[in-house]
């Protein structure tokens, strides 16, 4: 959905439970009695336990923060949409930890990752996967600004294009990481999403409970 407003809702609806103690009494009550034959089960309604409101609440947009993409190759484009998508929508827990490579796992060519641009030891260079630091750097100022833990950042050894220096974070499976914890006491949920209209940029979300 548009910017902000990522998420539908589907009203709740209320249940219906039996009073097992109640129950037992009346089957009980019949059969010490003798009384043979049918007990009624006659359920009584309650609330739904979780509502549409508090899914509401619970869901608004915390922090949006986009970087520009300025190498638009369709093969670094493929890798960021892909990468994108397969970290998007991610739930994470109270006290529960996102990580970036577990998310995507090793990113190969059989998983639909392109030779791109990379930054290898400080010098540019291609290889397989190129541009998605550029989604883990994007990722890293939302989580941060949205005052959430990063357990594990790794900045690149040369400034990237996409970030102010000091503000990115690179990527590397398995050795480098970015870990995220969700330090609240409500669940949050990441969004990220690629726009190709000018500008050209990648954009993160978190979402959770103001």
Not at 25 to 31: E, G, L, R
Not at 62 to 78: C, T
Not at 174 to 186: A, E, Q
């Amino acid at each position: 959905k548009p910017d902000g407003q990522r998420f539908t809702f589907s009203d709740d609806r209320p249940g219906q439970r039996v009073d097992g103690d109640a129950l037992w009494a009346q089957v009980k009550q019949a059969f010490e009695a003798g009384a043979w034959g049918q007990i009624d089960v006659v359920p009584q309604p309650m609330p739904a336990r979780v509502r549409r409101a508090d899914l509401e609440a619970n869901c608004k947009l915390i922090v949006s923060y986009s970087s520009k993409m300025s190498d638009h190759s369709k093969e670094r484009l493929a890798n960021i949409t892909l990468a994108s998508e397969t970290v998007s929508k991610h739930l994470v827990l109270p006290g529960g930890e996102f990580s970036f490579n577990e998310a995507t796992g090793e990113r190969t060519a059989e998983k639909g990752y392109q030779i791109a641009h990379v930054l290898n030891a400080g010098v540019e260079d291609n290889g397989l996967g190129g541009g998605v630091c550029q989604v883990s750097g994007t990722l890293f100022n939302a989580a941060a600004r949205a005052d959430l833990e990063i357990v594990k950042r790794h900045p690149h050894s040369i400034p990237s294009s996409y970030l102010i220096r000091g503000q990115d974070a690179t990527v590397d499976y398995p050795r480098k990481d970015l870990v995220i914890r969700n330090n609240g006491d409500t669940p949050i949920i990441f969004v990220i999403t690629v726009d190709q209209k000018s500008p050209w940029k990648v954009t993160a979300e978190v979402y959770g409970k103001p």
